[in-house]
C-alpha cells in the first residue's frame, strides 16, 4: 500500500474544509496557500473531489468549495479509496489484478490479510470529525468546526 501525494494532499484538503463545514466557501487560492499546495496541482485534486460528491463547488464572487457533507460522515477509508487505484498491502492479496498461484498453500498471506483487515477497519471508522479532534489536541488550537458543535449542542 502505497498512499500517493494526490491522496495525502486530498486528505489535508478535505480536513481543511471540515474545519469551515457550515461556513462560507473557501477559494481555491486560500486553500492552495494555506495549505502549501500548489494551485495547478490543487486544481486537478478538487476537480476529482468534486466529482466524488466530496467538495461542493460555487461559483461567483463568494464562490469556492465547501465540504459536501458532514465531517462525521466521511471515513477515511472512503476519500483514500476514491482517490488511490489500490489500497492493497501487497500485490497478491488483489486477485483481480494479480492472481497468485500460490494463495492456496502460502501461509505468509495470511499475515497480510489481517494486517490489510486491520488497517481497513482503522481507515473505515475513522472520520473527518476524528481528525479534526486530533488536530485540535495537536496544534493546541481550538477547531472551528469543533467550536461551533459545542456551541450549538443540545
Known sequence: MFITTKGRYALRVLLYLADRYGLESVSLKKIAADEE???????????TLVQQGFVKSTKGSKGGYSLAQPPSACSVGKI???????????????????PCKRADRCTTIEVWKLLQDTINELIDNLTLLDLLRMQQDKLHKPSLYLTYLMHHAE
Open 37 to 47: 499546495i500548489s494551485l495547478k496541482y490543487l486544481e486537478h485534486i478538487m476537480s
Open 80 to 98: 483514500l479509496r476514491a482517490l488511490e487505484n489500490d489500497l492493497c498491502l501487497v500485490p497478491c492479496l488483489d486477485e483481480e489484478l494479480n
